[in-house]
T-cell receptor, first 112, second 116 residues
Framework: AQKVTQAQTEISVVEKEDVTLDCVYETRDTTYYLFWYKQPPSGELVFLIRRNSFDEQNEISGRYSWNFQKSTSSFNFTITASQVVDSAVYFCALFPGNQFYFGTGTSLTVIP | ETGVTQSPTHLIKTRGQQVTLRCSSQSGHNTVSWYQQALGQGPQFIFQYYREEENGRGNFPPRFSGLQFPNYSSELNVNALELDDSALYLC???????????????FGPGTRLTVL
């Protein structure tokens, strides 16, 4: 079975704080991709980052970084020095090759 | 390169009616997938069309049907609308399963359907 769990329903942080969004996934596939998307109130899914199952190297891209740990099936996403414009719903998604499996999303509010 | 477009942006229907949503795929893509996103939920896979044939379906009843045209654009049709069909409908285009690589899906802006 394919499943993505985002246990954090809502998070509020004060501007400039760092925030980590948690994601745990389940899959029996050996090859898959993990994504983070941002969904502002307008509704469009905005691609943030992608990682394939063979690459556990964690990276930083601007204010975004991620921590992929295959041993715990986790793919956590961190925003450094949060800004008000980061307020949105964030979705973690598993892509084994044919379709996306999304989590239920984490609503992030950044308070000025 | 043209991105994924969807029409209409918003739609209001009444229970029992039928609705057709449209999606134009990104240039060069021959596969379209449709997702339903209910309020407060993540998108759920409805089905995928590849070269005008259905290529995978999620847990949705037959009243959800689709078409793909020779230019790879696609329609999602929903018959006998129910209140629970109110949602954001997203389409995503990609290269087909016969191509190499991850076949990443690129999402359109969505159509927000309200059923009264």
């Amino acid at each position: 079975a394919q499943k993505v769990t985002q246990a954090q329903t809502e998070i509020s942080v004060v501007e400039k704080e760092d925030v980590t969004l948690d994601c745990v996934y389940e899959t029996r596939d050996t090859t898959y991709y993990l994504f983070w998307y941002k969904q502002p109130p307008s509704g469009e899914l905005v691609f943030l980052i992608r990682r394939n199952s063979f690459d556990e190297q964690n990276e930083i891209s601007g204010r975004y970084s991620w921590n992929f740990q295959k041993s715990t099936s986790s793919f956590n996403f961190t925003i450094t020095a949060s800004q008000v414009v980061d307020s949105a719903v964030y979705f973690c998604a598993l892509f084994p090759g044919n379709q996306f499996y999304f989590g239920t999303g984490t609503s992030l509010t950044v308070i000025p | 390169e043209t991105g994924v477009t969807q029409s209409p942006t918003h739609l209001i229907k009444t229970r029992g009616q039928q609705v057709t949503l449209r999606c134009s795929s990104q240039s060069g893509h021959n596969t379209v997938s449709w997702y339903q996103q209910a309020l407060g939920q993540g998108p759920q896979f409805i089905f995928q069309y590849y070269r005008e044939e259905e290529n995978g379906r999620g847990n949705f009843p037959p009243r959800f049907s689709g078409l793909q045209f020779p230019n790879y654009s696609s329609e999602l049709n929903v018959n006998a609308l129910e209140l629970d069909d109110s949602a954001l409908y997203l389409c995503a285009s990609s290269l087909g399963p016969d191509s190499t690589g991850v076949n990443e899906q690129f999402f359109g802006p969505g159509t927000r359907l309200t059923v009264l």
